[in-house]
């Protein structure tokens, strides 16, 4: 995420996508090691994982917001905050499908309601980060 949000050549929204594509590539390639960690005798390693994850991504996840700001493409006054917020969202929202089929209605409703949620806290317009995303992914 670090390395997303320092690319000089994306605008904040594209970065954002690529953030939302890493996410969805990391649950693929780390399915094992998320099902153990999940397991319930493996609950420290679950805390300590869910503690972990918010501390290294608010940073980059600012920077994207602040960019934006920037760029005209996010009205938020609180950037950090915001970072928070969307992994807050996330968390809560995506909790419970890390086995879900990425092609399932139940996943995609999952996104599309973190996607309206994300838009209204940085203040951009309704559909951007979803129109965004879907010409990531023909262009990916």
Do not use: C, W
């Amino acid at each position: 995420m670090e390395k997303i949000s320092k690319q000089n050549n994306l605008n904040a929204l594209e970065k954002l996508v690529q953030i939302f594509q890493f996410s969805l590539s990391f649950r693929d390639d780390t399915r094992g090691i998320m099902q153990y960690v999940h397991d319930e005798k493996n609950l420290h390693l679950h805390r300590k994982f869910e503690q972990r994850i918010p501390v290294e991504t608010v940073g980059p996840l600012a920077h994207i917001f602040k960019q934006g700001v920037t760029e005209g493409i996010f009205d938020t006054k609180y950037p950090e905050e915001a970072a928070k917020a969307f992994n807050g969202i996330s968390a809560m929202v995506l909790q419970g499908i890390d086995s879900a089929d990425h092609n399932s209605n139940e996943f995609r409703r999952k996104f599309m309601a973190i996607f309206d949620f994300i838009e209204r806290i940085l203040g951009t317009e309704s559909g951007a980060i979803l129109n965004a995303f879907k010409i990531g992914q023909k262009n990916g």
